[in-house]
């Protein structure tokens, strides 16, 4: 079974608006952490945001927000104004069995976001 | 303010050929990994490292082969290399402990082509 589910190949938004990326993850594991990451047309992955499964709120960085549900195993990524620059590969990843020291991520097949203007 | 180097960028190989990426970090890291990034398949797991002297297989293994005999360095081989590893190869590291609970800081990614 897919650990991390990106349903969303591709995505257009126009500049300045707001645009939901979804993710969803499958763990049963009670301690987990979920990232996302963006990755330009230069290839450099760049980290965006973190939740942790025990995390009271929902985690903000600037315009980055993640939406986490936890019963329904989602943790959506949603950008604020977009920008031409947002325009790239995202990815949301997860890593598992936070208490025992593992530390490798799993990683979703990606959206790709295309901002227009 | 390197971070994560890798070398080298590009190579192609021909079909049976062996050659060596090297993954170098410098911000004293405890873990480190080698992921494969192939379209519409996201990023996976090739093999990792809890520190130096030790490795261990992640989700697809065969085929290569790694070591970590000095902390700052983690090397991947591929003894013969087949078309089926064309890919892009990203290395990355983190911390044991952080307040982003180990963030991974990737390279800038290795294309390797096999013909």
């Known amino acids: 079974a897919q650990k991390i589910t990106q349903t969303q190949p591709g995505m257009f938004v126009q500049e300045k608006e707001a645009v939901t990326l979804d993710c969803t993850y499958d763990?049963?594991?009670?301690?987990?952490?979920l990232f996302w990451y963006k990755q330009p047309s230069s290839g450099e992955m760049i980290f965006l945001i973190y939740?942790?499964?025990?995390?009271?709120q929902n985690a903000t960085e600037g315009r980055y927000s993640l939406n986490f549900q936890k019963a329904r195993k989602s943790a959506n990524l949603v950008i604020s104004a977009s920008q031409l620059g947002d325009s790239a590969m995202y990815f949301c990843?997860?890593?598992?069995?936070?208490?025992?020291?593992?530390?490798?991520?799993?990683f979703g097949s990606g959206t790709r976001l295309q901002v227009q203007p | 303010n390197a971070g994560v180097t890798q070398t080298p960028k590009f190579r192609v190989l021909k079909t049976g050929q062996s050659m060596t990426l090297l993954c170098a970090q410098d911000?004293?890291?405890?873990?480190m990994y080698w992921y494969r990034q192939d379209p519409g398949m996201g990023l996976r797991l090739i093999h990792y490292?809890?520190?130096?002297?030790?490795?261990a297989k992640g989700e697809v293994p065969d085929g290569y082969n790694v070591s970590r005999l000095k902390k700052q360095n983690f090397l991947l081989g591929l003894e013969s290399a087949a078309p089926s590893q064309t890919s892009v190869y990203f290395c990355?590291?983190?911390?044991?402990?952080?307040?982003?609970?180990?963030?991974?800081?990737f390279g800038e990614g290795s294309r390797l082509t096999v013909l």
């Open positions: 990843a997860m890593r598992e069995g936070m208490d025992t020291g593992r530390r490798a991520l799993t």
């Open positions: 490292s809890v520190g130096e002297g030790t490795t």
């Open positions: 990355a590291s983190s911390q044991i402990a952080g307040r982003r609970t180990g963030e991974l800081f």
């Open positions: 911000m004293n890291h405890e873990y």
């Open positions: 763990t049963s594991d009670p301690s987990y952490g």
């Open positions: 939740q942790g499964s025990y995390d009271q």
